[in-house]
């Protein structure tokens, strides 16, 4: 069984993951309010240039944002190795990855080939800049770990996924629909299966047994998991660019629903045995995440099987609807819940040992009140199933789908605000918010 190893001794300042946990959530309200004033014809289809726009705003602005942020702390906890001056670096990230969602969401919506090579240029710079110095990290802990393996991959298909975007951008005036349809299908799979899911993978093997006192996973499964990942995406690649290869897409499908799916059902049996009972917002929300993940993957399959009308003909923007919304955002969510309390405790707790605390350090369960939680999750999860009623019934759907989505998303990024000034209201330093806990403990 895999154990979590946590190195707490090389925590980067709190100002490293906040600045982007703080971001990320306003993509996803710009995201729902551009659904709500585009209405039913959003979701015509997944080549909509509002849906292209909220497509980057979630996977990219919300998801990514949030995983970089989570990454740069999480280097040094899980490898014992960080990225080089992570306060300079994150900035550089932030502002980068910010810029570039921005104007590549607005040429999009808009369509403004200037505005989306603009915007493609940054996220390139952001991208190249945040895999050089990541995969620096991860190759400085020796590939002590699995996670480490994974976390390389993962990195390694987000710059494939950056580099087909970048041929899109390029493309984006005067490519053929055939062949940006191929280079979509196949940037959306090294994006979604190859950074997301790869990540994912490599996170949840060692913070599921961390935070819900669980069971860890199989160490022969995670490595199983991640190479039928990999196999999957290099099968998908040859039957895009080889005409002689395209029969492997099916099996090379089915492989990525496969191990998707078992490691849906393996992460919620290992939380159904968890030995803390009482079941908390966050999880939930991984249960939602897991759920939407397994339908993900039914779905493909019941519709590669049979032809079911209504099913087959909004496979599509189904699949993304529970992939990215149900799926990716949810565990972002529930990450969140989590990793900000824990960060605020524990920096909170290192300032204490320097008498840099005013008054008692509160109680990790009293940083976000699990009641701010709960309303905040009943939003998500409406938006979740309006969202799904409109790509099937766009009228009157999508008008409720969006506003839910801004709304849970504020309310989101509400509740992380909240924490930080909590934080800066009990640090007895004008800049101890910014402050490594290292620093603190020496002072």
């Known amino acids: 069984m895999n154990s979590p190893r946590l190195n707490l001794t090389q925590t980067p300042p709190l100002a490293v993951p906040l600045r982007f946990f703080l971001t990320a959530p306003w993509f996803g309200v710009v995201a729902g309010l551009l659904l709500a004033a585009a209405g039913p014809s959003a979701l015509a289809s997944r080549w909509t240039p509002a849906a292209l726009a909220m497509t980057h705003l979630l996977v990219l602005g919300l998801i990514t944002m949030t995983m970089w942020g989570a990454l740069l702390q999480l280097f040094p906890v899980l490898l014992g190795t960080g990225i080089p001056r992570p306060r300079s670096a994150a900035a550089v990230f932030h502002g980068l990855l910010t810029l570039g969602v921005v104007l590549l969401a607005a040429g999009l919506w808009r369509p403004a080939p200037t505005l989306v090579a603009a915007g493609a240029a940054a996220l390139v710079a952001a991208v190249v800049s945040f895999v050089v110095l990541a995969g620096y990290a991860v190759c400085r802990s020796g590939w002590r770990s699995l996670s480490a393996r994974v976390f390389a991959a993962g990195l390694g298909a987000l710059a494939v996924a950056a580099g087909l975007g970048s041929t899109l951008a390029a493309g984006h005036a005067g490519a053929p629909f055939g062949i940006l349809r191929s280079l979509t299908d196949l940037h959306a799979a090294w994006g979604l299966l190859g950074w997301i899911a790869a990540v994912v993978m490599g996170v949840a093997f060692q913070v599921v047994p961390m935070f819900y006192a669980a069971r860890g996973y199989p160490r022969a499964l995670t490595a199983a998991l991640s190479a039928a990942v990999l196999a999957a995406l290099l099968g998908m690649s040859a039957a895009s660019t080889a005409p002689a ?41 991984w249960r939602t995440a897991m759920g939407s993940l397994l339908g993900a993957s039914i779905l493909w399959a019941l519709c590669r099987v049979w032809d079911i009308p209504v099913l087959s003909e909004r496979l599509p923007e189904l699949l993304g609807a529970l992939y990215i919304v149900g799926f990716a955002a949810s565990l972002v ?21 320097a008498r840099r605390v005013r008054g008692a350090v509160p109680h990790m369960g009293s940083i976000i009140p699990e009641r701010h939680m709960r309303w905040q999750f009943r939003a998500q999860t409406g938006a979740l199933l309006a969202l799904i009623m409109a790509v099937l019934w766009p009228q009157p759907w999508a008008y409720p789908a969006g506003v839910l989505l801004a709304l849970g998303w504020f309310g989101l990024w509400l509740n992380i605000f909240k924490a930080a000034q909590l934080h800066r209201r009990a640090a007895a330093v004008d800049d101890g918010w910014w402050e490594a806990p290292s620093r603190a403990r020496s002072t």
């Open 245 to 285: 290869a395209a029969g492997i897409a099916l099996p090379a499908g089915a492989l990525a629903a496969a191990a998707l799916s078992v490691f849906a059902l393996w992460t919620l049996g290992l939380q159904s045995r968890r030995l803390r009972s009482r079941p908390d917002v966050p999880l939930q929300l």
């Open 333 to 353: 969510n529930a990450m969140l819940y989590k990793i900000v309390p824990f960060l605020i405790w524990l920096h909170l707790t290192q300032l204490r040992g």
